[in-house]
């Protein structure tokens, strides 16, 4: 059983330091390596899937969430505001009234819908201190959100798509759901109250898991204050279980930050907009992951990719040049050379790498590489080259597979 807390300091992924504060790590240059790729991963695909993508800042006026309903449903959790000349500003809880406003900068006619919008940014909860912990609860998020504005016709589609972008993440980080909810209002005032909102928005995700074939269930006091979800759920080595992607349906920031599009018959419509987050947040994906995997992470996420290994010094210079042939395929390599210890103390400290290339006199000679791989096997000596363009390959595929192209 691994806890990503103990594990990714030990492995130098992240830490915390008091004068920064509770609930806001900051991450190593390992863990950003393994940050950075899966944000890469997720704006690649959102791009080959018709996202655009945007930034906005993670402060807004107080009036922005007044508007969207977050500061009377959602002020608990937020920090309070801050008086800047005139004005009151806040650390914005959420990316979605922002993405509302960037909508609303223009016209937009019903040929551009569904506009799909991205951003991977910043936001802020005022979580208790009792409740941090590590990546997987802190203060200050980076979520992979986006957010669909489309038309009533368009919406089963769209979060049929999101779920299918869902599975196929997971299929690359190698990580699994435990299960979907649909996720319904409660009995209490935190929600918005129109009956009416609530019931075709929960029909319209109602339908699309139910097409989708997934088995799921249904939970009430688990929505947002806008609308259903559907949310997926992992569960850590401890049984413990979180959120991590969601696909929700909103009818009411349309409506609150009077939202519309030219449609057809040249009147004015109303969009609906679908959230939908692939990863969630940053900081709980990569908690997942670290406990999922125990740090020995598929091979296009890990920090590392390649250990090179010269076997003495004189097969350090041929390990040089391999190394630079990695910087150039855009692979993480790291030369550890015979001043750093034995040959199997070197391939026992580089357990969790992927790909461990040894060299000794008769591959320098030949220019070949002996692979180690992280499961044991062992593969016969190939050209250096070729074995760096398999292994650049496999990580431009996202295949969680150590060797083998499908």
Not at 257 to 272: N, Q, T
Request: charged share 25%; net charge negative; hydrophobic share 40%.
């Amino acid at each position: 059983m691994y806890d990503h807390r103990k594990l990714g300091r030990e492995l130098e992924l992240f830490d915390t330091s008091p004068l920064i504060g509770s609930g806001l790590p900051y991450w190593l240059p390992d863990g950003a390596a393994v940050r950075h790729a899966l944000e890469e991963y997720i704006r690649t695909v959102e791009q080959r899937a018709g996202y655009r993508h945007v930034y906005s800042p993670v402060l807004g006026k107080r009036e922005l969430y007044e508007i969207s309903g977050h500061w009377s449903h959602y002020s608990d959790d937020m920090f309070p505001p801050m008086d800047v000349g005139s004005e009151q500003v806040v650390l914005r809880p959420s990316l979605c009234p922002h993405h509302a406003v960037i909508y609303r900068s223009r016209s937009h006619s019903y040929r551009e819908l569904p506009l799909r919008m991205a951003e991977l940014g910043g936001m802020y909860r005022s979580e208790l201190s009792g409740v941090l912990g590590g990546l997987s609860r802190v203060r200050a998020i980076h979520l992979n959100d986006a957010h669909i504005f489309c038309t009533i016709d368009q919406v089963a589609a769209e979060a049929g798509a999101a779920l299918e972008m869902i599975r196929r993440a997971y299929e690359a980080l190698g990580i699994a759901a435990a299960r979907f909810r649909l996720s319904l209002p409660g009995p209490d005032g935190k929600y918005v109250a129109r009956p009416e909102m609530w019931e075709r928005s929960t029909a319209l995700l109602t339908d699309v898991l139910d097409r989708s074939g997934l088995s799921y269930e249904a939970v009430e006091d688990e929505a947002a204050f806008y609308g259903p979800k559907i949310d997926v759920q992992v569960v850590d080595d401890a049984g413990r279980e979180t959120t991590l992607s969601t696909v929700q349906v909103d009818f009411h920031q349309p409506e609150q930050f009077d939202l519309h599009y030219i449609g057809a018959d040249g009147r004015k419509h109303r969009p609906v907009m679908v959230h939908r987050s692939i990863i969630g947040s940053v900081e709980r994906a990569v908690a997942h992951l670290i406990e999922q995997h125990g740090g020995a992470f598929p091979p296009w996420l890990a920090p590392v990719q390649l250990v090179i290994l010269p076997i003495s010094e004189a097969e350090v210079p041929n390990a040089v040049g391999i190394a630079r042939q990695c910087v150039d395929l855009g692979l993480r390599a790291e030369l550890v050379g015979p001043e750093q210890g034995s040959l199997g103390s070197r391939i026992r400290e580089a357990r969790l790498v992927p790909y461990q290339a040894v060299i000794g006199p008769k591959e320098t000679a030949d220019d070949h590489v002996a692979l180690r791989l992280r499961d044991g096997r062992r593969i016969d000596p190939l050209p250096a080259v070729e074995v760096l363009r398999h292994i650049s390959a496999l990580v431009d595929a996202h295949s969680s597979d150590l060797w083998d192209l499908s």
